[in-house]
Nanobody, 116 residues
Framework: QVQLVESGGGLVQPGGSLRLSCATSGFTFSDSTMSWYRQAPGKERELVATITASGGNTNYAVSVKGRFTISKDNVKNTVYLQMNSLKPEDTAVYYC?????????WGQGTQVTVSS
């Protein structure tokens, strides 16, 4: 019923770019705060970026600020993460999250590997 389907992950070289997409259905996307998290091997899951329901405010982890951009399309019910100037340290499984009221929904995660 509630679905968050991610795409766009893959293998890229340092300095390259990727755009992650998270297509959603089954809930009120326009009322939800959307976030991207990531988890690298052996590390805790960390918040990468957040965009408010209105799309008017965004927040980024210091480590990605200036390189990553989160955006949303309320027509397509999709949230994006544009990742530029990728570094090996960005290698992780990236997760899409929706939050509304008392509910949280998670995507399945998509692997991003930055390596030569």
């Amino acid at each position: 019923q509630v679905q968050l389907v991610e795409s766009g992950g893959g293998l890229v070289q340092p300095g390259g770019s990727l755009r992650l997409s998270c297509a959603t259905s089954g809930f009120t996307f326009s009322d939800s705060t959307m976030s991207w998290y990531r988890q690298a091997p052996g590390k805790e899951r960390e918040l990468v970026a957040t965009i408010t329901a209105s799309g008017g405010n965004t927040n980024y982890a210091v480590s990605v600020k200036g390189r990553f951009t989160i955006s949303k399309d309320n027509v397509k019910n999709t949230v994006y993460l544009q990742m530029n100037s990728l570094k090996p340290e960005d290698t992780a499984v990236y997760y899409c999250k929706a939050a509304r009221w008392k509910f949280s929904y998670w995507g399945q995660g998509t692997q991003v590997t930055v390596s030569s």
